[in-house]
C-alpha cells in the first residue's frame, strides 16, 4: 500500500508561539506531503514497493539515492508530529529515566543540548539530528535515524 500522509493530531495553530499555524501547514501539506509522494513515486514497481517505512529504512543503503531522501524526509516528519504536543516541553525531571541517562551520557541537561544544538546546525538545510542509543543503552546524537527505528 502507498505511503500516506498522516492526520495531525492537532490543530496548526495549537503549537503557537513556537510554531506558528501557516508554518505548520505548510510543512505539513507541503512538506511532508511532497516527500510522502516522492517516496511513493520512487518505489513504484520497485522490491521496496508495499514494505513499511522501518523495512525500507532498515536496509536504505540498497535503495536509490530518492527513496533515502524521501523515505528519510517521510520518517523524520511522521515522527516530528508525533513528538511534538501542545502541553509538551520543557527538561525532563531528574527522576525519569531519559534525564539519568542523559546525565549519565553527557554529564548534564545543558550539555545535552548544546552537543544535541551544535549537531543539528552541521546538518545541512533539515537541521535533523537524533538522539540515539547504541547496543549497550549508551545515548549519542546522530544524524542519521540509525538506531531508533524497532
Known amino acids: 500500500m502507498p505511503f500516506e500522509l498522516p492526520q495531525l493530531p492537532y490543530a ?3 503549537l503557537e508561539p513556537h510554531f506558528d499555524a501557516r508554518t505548520m ?5 507541503k512538506h511532508h506531503q511532497a ?4 517516496l511513493n513515486n520512487a518505489l513504484a514497481g520497485t522490491p521496496g514497493e508495499g514494505k513499511k517505512i522501518g523495512e525500507i529504512l532498515g536496509s536504505i543503503s ?3 539515492t530518492a527513496v ?8 523524520n516528519h511522521c515522527l516530528f508530529w508525533e513528538v511534538l504536543t501542545p502541553n509538551g516541553g520543557g527538561e525532563p525531571s531528574a527522576q ?3 534525564r539519568k541517562a542523559i546525565d549519565r551520557d553527557f554529564g548534564s541537561f545543558a550539555s545535552f543540548k548544546e552537543e544535541f544544538a551544535k549537531a543539528a546546525m552541521t546538518r ?3 537541521g535533523w539530528a537524533w538522539l540515539c542509543t547504541d547496543a549497550d543503552d549508551k545515548l549519542f546524537i546522530n544524524l542519521l535515524p540509525t538506531g531508533i527505528i524497532r
Request: charged share 10%; net charge negative; aromatic share 20%.
Open 12 to 14: 496548526y495553530d495549537a
Open 35 to 38: 516527500y510522502t509522494t516522492n
Open 124 to 126: 545541512f538545510g533539515s
Open 68 to 75: 533515502r531522501n524521501n523515505g528519510g524526509g517521510f520518517y
Open 96 to 98: 525519569t529515566n531519559i
Open 62 to 64: 540498497s535503495y536509490s
Open 25 to 29: 501547514e505548510i510543512h505539513h501539506t
